[in-house]
């Protein structure tokens, strides 16, 4: 049985706010620790945390070398599977994907560009909220719908600004 548009949109969306809203830690532990190191900083200095070292830019830079996993050259299309390929062609490398600058309107380059960094990240950074796998399932799971993809291109995005 098929759902409604609308209904299939709402259960997606809710899906993919509950995994966002679950990557954060909730346990007393973590805020106690947060609290611990805040208080062990030297008084009068400002923190300020450098941001970037995870976004679709940093990588296309060429500033760290990608996790052997993806290499630079891998395509889009074996990476993410054949239903990406359907969308973006069989040729573009996933450097590609993160050097371009897309229409900010349009979706679907949005999340191939987000995803190819949240891709990297999962590799190469320790406590990145999503797995590979998890990565790849939700960027098929976003080609649904533009807005679909819109929604979880934000969400990618987010989790690459926030990384260390």
Known sequence: MELPPLLS?????????????????????????????????????????TRGKCTPQFWSSGKEAWPRMVPQESTVSKVFGSRVNEMYGSDLTLLEATVRNYDEENGYPRLLKQASAALLNSYARKGFPYSAWEIKTLVIQALVSEEAANLQAQLFSIANEDCD
């Open 9 to 49: 949109r709402l259960v997606l969306l809710f899906l993919l706010l509950t995994l966002f809203l679950s990557s954060f830690p909730s346990s007393k532990a973590a805020a106690t620790t947060t609290t611990r190191t805040t208080q062990n900083r030297m008084p009068g200095f400002v923190f300020t945390r």
